[in-house]
């Protein structure tokens, strides 16, 4: 048997159906091949941190994932960098928004909307092979009733950090192994009196305060304490140079691991409540980076492209984006209407996201690691911590909120590359905020200005770019006209109240450079 469809996804984990999504919604229907037959239950991430938060409320996504209503707020009180703590309240904007849910939830939900989206997503269905030619790529699949081909324009591999998709395309993962590590994590029942009512912080006699969702460092180790709510606590050690063992871990191994330390006894009990319950031990871990995202028809998305040995969530961050930043481009290749250079801007772009982040883990690799020296420079790091620069900068980059692509333009507007701001405008139908006009993930042409005389200038025929004229609400913005792309990102801005021939020029050169050429006459755009 043999299927012919425009692309198929390898894999259908968080970032396979992100992608799925991202596709659908740009008019074109994926198919999802999956080797798992349900969503697994192995516990991964606790929940998304920084950017991609907004990008999923972007994408009306937030509440559903939040089961809870309202706008994402961001943590605007404490956070760690390498468990040294972070004032955020010196922040007049904290770029660490966070979104506590576990990954098979986010799995589930992202498998919904794909399907509501009318997604093909075969579950019990694995990849087995890939050959490509000039025209298309041929995918084998072992399915639940046998063997068949799939022929695809694109296949996009986001089948993980073992990726088959990666392999077969002869495309490297370089990087950095840390053997040295051992990090033990399980829930657990803590004694209750020792559980501050006011701070969630748990005082343990002989160490002093675990503050809840941080990470601490001694010098023998690492150690975090989360208390999810619903849910028993997630306890965490990592340790350096531990000897090997074959027996199954235990709860016994974590409390003797929590003595080395922290130098104090903290008796873990068996957890209450429903599991599954998280009783693990690992050894090692990686921060790696694809050689390329891309050979000729086939794509890297999420873990298949990068992984980091880190906490602080780049994982979801990164992959999630990265199939936003894809799905609109790979839609438009598809409708023939990509300019020259679109799907070669996907790697460029997302490869400096995941540069920052390679950074990220590794800073914070070395900076938890046993030893004198390591606590001198530490000693340094919070000294600058108390520069709210620092503060900043460090927070953008765990957020990876400092990733600016470049869009082109000399002497851009600041906004110019970056996500788009966070903002509420009065409209003709009352107020919204910007996040709420990306739910349909098409180009947008923000107009604040007096007549709408920006909307005017595009191209003729740019009938790929919604418009929305609107009044800043409830103050002036930093900007008066702002072009959107699909993925959240600032196309070109202007904060003129009547942009200049220049400007305009601006604008519609970047309109073409992203939405290509105008679309002619009776040629409607899916
Ligand atoms: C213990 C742990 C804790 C973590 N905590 C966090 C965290 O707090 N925050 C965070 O952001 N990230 C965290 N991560 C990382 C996060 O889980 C990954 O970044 C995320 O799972 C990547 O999603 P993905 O869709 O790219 O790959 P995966 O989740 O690995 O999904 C790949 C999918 O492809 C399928 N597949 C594989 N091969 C094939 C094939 N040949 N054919 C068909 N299907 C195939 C797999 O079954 C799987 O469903 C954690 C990871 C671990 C292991």
């Not at 740009?26 to 037959?37: D, K, T």
């Not at 993980?160 to 002869?170: I, N, V």
């Not at 989360?226 to 709860?251: K, R, V």
Request: proline residues 8%; charged residues 20%.
């Amino acid at each position: 048997m043999s299927v012919s469809t425009d692309v198929v996804i390898a894999g259908g984990g968080p970032n396979g159906l992100m992608l799925a999504c991202e596709l659908s919604l740009a008019g074109v229907r994926p198919i999802v091949l999956e080797r798992l037959s349900e969503p697994s239950p192995e516990p991964k991430a606790n929940g998304l941190l920084g950017q991609v938060v907004r990008m999923v409320d972007h994408r009306g996504l937030y509440e559903r994932l939040s089961d809870a209503p309202g706008p994402p707020r961001p943590n605007s009180a404490y956070f760690t960098f390498a468990a040294m703590g972070l004032n955020l309240s010196l922040l007049e904007d904290s770029p660490l928004y966070g979104l506590a849910v576990p990954q098979q939830r986010i799995v589930q939900i992202l498998e919904e909307r794909a399907t509501e989206l009318g997604v093909d997503i075969r579950r019990g269905h694995q990849v087995i092979g890939l050959t490509q030619d000039d025209d298309a790529v041929t995918v084998d699949v072992a399915g639940t009733d046998g063997d068949y081909r799939v022929r695809a324009r694109y296949l996009a591999g986001a089948d993980g950090a073992h990726s088959l998709t990666r392999k077969l395309s002869g495309i490297g993962f370089p990087g950095v192994s840390y053997d040295r590590t051992t990090t033990r994590t399980a829930h657990a029942s803590v004694p209750a009196g020792w559980v501050d009512a006011g701070t969630g912080a748990l005082n343990v006699p002989g160490h002093g305060a675990l503050r809840p969702f941080l990470s601490h460092r001694t010098e023998h180790g690492g150690v975090s304490y989360a208390p999810f709510p619903g849910h028993p606590p997630l306890i965490s050690t990592t340790e350096w140079d531990q000897p090997e063992s074959g027996e199954p871990m235990s709860l016994d191994e974590l409390r003797a691991s929590l003595g080395r330390v922290l130098g104090a006894d903290l008796p873990v009990g068996p957890p209450q409540g429903a599991g599954p319950h998280v009783l693990r031990r690992l050894t090692g871990g990686n921060t790696r980076v694809a050689e390329r995202f891309r050979d000729r028809r086939v794509f890297l998305v999420g873990d298949a492209a990068h992984v980091y040995a880190s906490g602080g969530g780049p994982g979801l961050n990164l992959g999630l984006q990265d199939a936003a930043n894809l799905g609109w481009k790979l839609a438009a290749r598809i409708r023939g209407t990509a300019p020259a250079g679109l799907l070669g801007s996907y790697e460029t772009e997302r490869r400096q996201a995941a540069g920052r982040m390679v950074m990220n883990a590794q800073a914070q690799s070395a900076l938890i690691a046993p030893g004198g020296d390591v606590t001198a420079l530490r000693d340094l790091f919070i000294e600058l911590l108390g520069h709210r620069d620092t503060v900043q900068h460090l927070a953008d980059l765990l957020a990876g909120a400092d990733v600016r692509y470049d869009m082109g333009i000399p002497e851009a507007h600041p906004l110019v590359g970056r996500f788009a701001p966070d903002v509420e405008l009065d409209t003709s139908t009352g107020t919204v905020r910007l996040a709420e006009l990306g739910r349909t993930a098409r180009p947008l042409l923000l107009d604040l200005t007096e007549g709408a005389s920006v909307a005017e200038a595009l191209p003729d025929g740019t009938d790929r770019v919604d418009v929305v004229t609107a009044r800043p609400h409830p103050s002036a913005h930093a900007f008066t006209a702002l072009l959107l792309r699909p993925d959240c990102h600032v196309a070109w801005a202007s904060d003129s109240s009547n942009p200049d021939a220049a400007e305009l020029d601006g604008l519609r050169a970047a309109a073409r450079r992203w939405f290509g050429s105008p679309v002619p006459a009776g040629n409607p755009v899916v």
